[in-house]
């Protein structure tokens, strides 16, 4: 552990950069009281307790950076000094455990801010209407607090030239995206697990650089707007467990740069259109709504295809031949009226992954090229699992996009930049065998394989 208290002894030195992160302190190094120059300060990652220290950026008028996330600093934020840090850039308190309110002057005091993280604390209440002051605002990270009210209108309203916004995993409710919402630059918004209701209005129509919205576990209804089809940056749309419904969108075709869709746990109905043209995703997830009718064949007219998950929906018919141009699949289809024989094709995929056509009406053999487990060894030999005794079945997709911030450590700083991560998606499956349930978790789906055909009206002999 690193020695931080220097009793009757005054530093001789003028410290600029101090980066102490991941060093066990629980208390802040006593010299700090004494230094007035610093630009970078980095004390994150570890187990300080007790209160904000205002005294760090009253003494430091021109520090830059200052990150104390993930440490134990506890209590409300306090009055902010009325002089203006002109200096501070990057704030990073996350992780703590700080409640109550912000302070009311928040925003004037830190007029020049370009990333602000607060997220994992208790803080709760209305966002200040000074935090629409900070006009240099970049990034700001306020999820998983216990904010309420509205959609503030100083940070939506065109104020501030924000990239990325997360206010998702808090309590604000009413109109999504309000009238005199104003994001011109937005790239990334994150307005999950929160209490939005009512249908969608336009916007989000400025804000056409929009490249992942998510905006699941709310209370939205009405049909998905057509407007989304104009974005088209987008690339991630998450909007499962909502009201939803209405047809899917054609207006999808549009979004030619769109890889992850997920719409599962809403009310869509009717069947999907035998145009759709969804060239560029990667994983579909409609799974628990009321589509019916064929699954489209242009479904499996992309190479890019990885996940299809159709589950617990209302299709029928027979499974589209087509499914063997993809080359890398996992299709999940559980739970729907599709008839007829298993598809030989369906065996003739390069990299199968996990297959689940359980509780549907098909007939007929098992086609006789399941038992050629080469198609399975690739991804056998490379996969371990833990299993466990359990009383269902389901498979879990975890599909958010993860951010990684992250800024210069020199003199010379520069602004803080996004950096999107590969998609991280954890799979847990549970499969029938012989009366047990194997449970199965892998944090990467090209290692998981796995066949359920339970539940149907299958006949003939096993092929091995």
Avoid at 24 to 49: E, I, M, Y
Avoid at 206 to 221: F, K
Avoid at 334 to 357: H, M, S, T, V
Avoid at 399 to 421: A, F, G, W
């Amino acid at each position: 552990m690193l020695q931080v208290k220097t009793e009757n002894w005054l530093p001789t030195y003028c410290l600029k950069v101090l980066q102490l992160s991941n060093c066990n302190l629980n208390v802040g190094p006593t010299f700090l009281l004494h230094q007035c120059h610093l630009r970078f300060l980095d004390l994150s990652h570890n187990k300080w307790v007790g209160n904000f220290p205002t005294w760090l950026l009253q003494n430091n008028s021109r520090l830059q950076t200052l990150s104390l996330a993930n440490n134990s600093f506890s209590g409300i934020l306090p009055l902010l000094p009325n002089a203006k840090h002109d200096m501070l850039r990057l704030l990073d308190i996350s992780s703590n455990n700080f409640t109550g309110k912000l302070p009311q002057n928040m925003g004037i005091f830190l007029q020049k801010l370009e990333s602000l993280d607060m997220s994992e604390n208790t803080f709760e209440g209305d966002i200040p209407y000074s935090m629409g002051e900070m006009q240099e605002l970049h990034l700001l990270d306020l999820s998983r607090n216990n904010f309420s009210g509205e959609l503030p209108r100083p940070i939506v309203s065109g104020c501030l030239p924000l990239d990325m916004l997360d206010l998702s995993s808090n309590n604000f409710y009413g109109q999504m995206f309000p009238n005199y919402l104003n994001l011109t630059y937005l790239r990334w918004l994150y307005l999950n697990n929160n209490h939005f209701s009512g249908k969608m209005k336009d916007g989000l129509l400025s804000s056409t650089s929009l490249e992942g919205l998510d905006i699941s576990n709310n209370m939205l209804s009405g049909n998905i707007p057509h407007w989304i089809g104009n974005i088209s940056t987008l690339w991630v749309l998450l909007m499962s467990k909502n009201h939803l419904e209405g047809n899917f969108p054609v207006q999808f075709n549009n979004l030619e740069s769109l890889e992850l869709v997920d719409i599962s746990e809403n009310s869509l109905s009717g069947s999907m259109i035998a145009s759709l043209n969804l060239s560029s995703v990667k994983h579909l997830s409609l799974q628990k709504n009321a589509l019916s009718g064929l699954i489209p064949n242009a479904l499996f007219g992309s190479s890019a295809l990885m996940t299809l998950d159709l589950r617990d929906t209302k299709f029928f018919g027979r499974i589209p031949h087509q499914i063997n141009e993809l080359s890398n699949l996992h299709v999940l289809l559980r739970g729907n009226y599709l008839q007829g024989r298993i598809p030989n094709q369906l065996f003739q995929i390069k990299k199968l992954g996990i297959i689940d056509l359980s509780q549907n009406k098909l007939n007929g053999s098992i086609p006789s090229c399941l038992g050629n487990v080469s198609i399975w060894r690739e991804r056998i030999d490379d996969f371990s699992y833990e299993y466990e005794l359990l009383e269902g079945y389901k498979v879990y997709l975890s599909l958010n996009p993860t951010i990684v911030t992250y800024y210069n450590s020199t003199l010379d700083l520069q602004p803080p930049v996004e950096k999107h991560s590969a998609i991280d998606r954890q799979v847990e499956a549970e499969f029938a065998t012989k009366n047990r349930y194997e449970f199965f978790i892998v944090s990467n789906l090209n290692y998981m394989t796995g066949l359920d055909l339970s539940s149907n009206e299958l006949s003939g002999e096993i092929p091995w």
